[in-house]
T-cell receptor
C-alpha cells in the first residue's frame, strides 16, 4: 500500500520569496507522483505530475518538483511566490495502471505581504 | 468542452437520512472516481466506476454506494448518514482505463453537512 506524508501543515512565506513544500511517499511498487492545488471553495487542479523520465518536472504557474527515488521524496518548489498562490497544496501518489490516487493531508501556503 | 460538474453545491442532512450526490463527467470521459475530503484532510478514494461497473473501492463501508449511467454520469449514495460523513465530496472523471495513465479532472465538489 502507498502512503504520502506532507511534512508541513502550514508554510508562511513572504511575497516574491522562494518556497519549498515537502513531500515524502512510501510504496513497494513503482508509482506516479502528483501535486494538486486547491483554491478556497474550489475543487482540485493538477499542478504537475511525474510519470517517468526526467526527475525534474515543470508544472503550471511556475511550479516545479523533483523526484528523488533514493529519498522517496517529491518536493514542490517555486522561485518567487505571488499572493495568488495562496491555497492548499496536496501531494499524491498512485500505482502505475491504477487510477486510485492517495493524497497527503495537504500544506496550506500563506503568502505574507 | 464542458468540465466536470457536480450537484448540489451544498447539502444539509440529519443523522440517519440518505443522500444522493450527482456528477457529470467531462466530455469524452468514461470513468468516474469519487473522493471524500473531510475538513483539514486530503481527499480519500471512495470508489471508481468504469463503463457502469465498479472498478475499485477504498476503505468505505457498504452504505456508500454508487452508480454510473450509460452517458457516464454518476451518482454517489450514502445511507444511514453519520456525523462523520460531513465532508466535501469530489468527483473526478478520466479517460479509458486501458491506458497506463489517465489524468483525473476534478469537479468543484458537493459540501455535505450532517447534523
Amino acid at each position: 500500500a502507498q502512503s504520502v506524508t506532507q511534512l508541513d501543515s502550514q508554510v508562511p512565506v513572504f511575497e516574491e520569496a522562494p518556497v519549498e513544500l515537502r513531500c515524502n511517499y512510501s510504496s513497494s511498487v513503482s508509482v506516479y507522483l502528483f501535486w494538486y492545488v486547491q483554491y478556497p471553495n474550489q475543487g482540485l487542479q493538477l499542478l504537475l505530475k511525474y510519470l517517468s523520465g526526467s526527475t525534474l518536472v515543470k508544472g503550471i504557474n511556475g511550479f516545479e518538483a523533483e523526484f528523488n527515488k533514493s529519498q522517496t521524496s517529491f518536493h514542490l518548489r517555486k522561485p518567487s511566490v505571488h499572493i495568488s498562490d495562496t491555497a492548499e497544496y496536496f501531494c499524491a501518489v498512485s500505482e502505475i495502471r491504477d487510477d486510485k490516487i492517495i493524497f497527503g493531508k495537504g500544506t496550506r501556503l500563506h503568502i505574507l505581504p | 468542452e464542458t468540465g466536470v460538474t457536480q450537484s448540489p453545491t451544498h447539502l444539509i442532512k440529519t443523522r440517519g437520512q440518505q443522500v444522493t450526490l450527482r456528477c457529470s463527467s467531462q466530455s469524452g470521459h468514461n470513468t468516474v472516481s469519487w473522493y471524500q475530503q473531510a475538513l483539514g484532510q486530503g481527499p480519500q478514494f471512495i470508489f471508481q466506476y468504469y463503463r457502469e461497473e465498479e472498478n475499485g473501492r477504498g476503505n468505505f463501508p457498504p452504505r456508500f454506494s454508487g452508480l454510473q449511467f450509460p452517458n457516464y454520469s454518476s451518482e454517489l449514495n450514502v445511507n444511514a448518514l453519520e456525523l462523520d460523513d460531513s465532508a466535501l465530496y469530489l468527483c473526478a472523471s478520466s479517460g479509458a482505463v486501458e491506458r497506463a495513465y489517465n489524468e483525473q479532472f476534478f469537479g468543484p465538489g458537493t459540501r455535505l453537512t450532517v447534523l
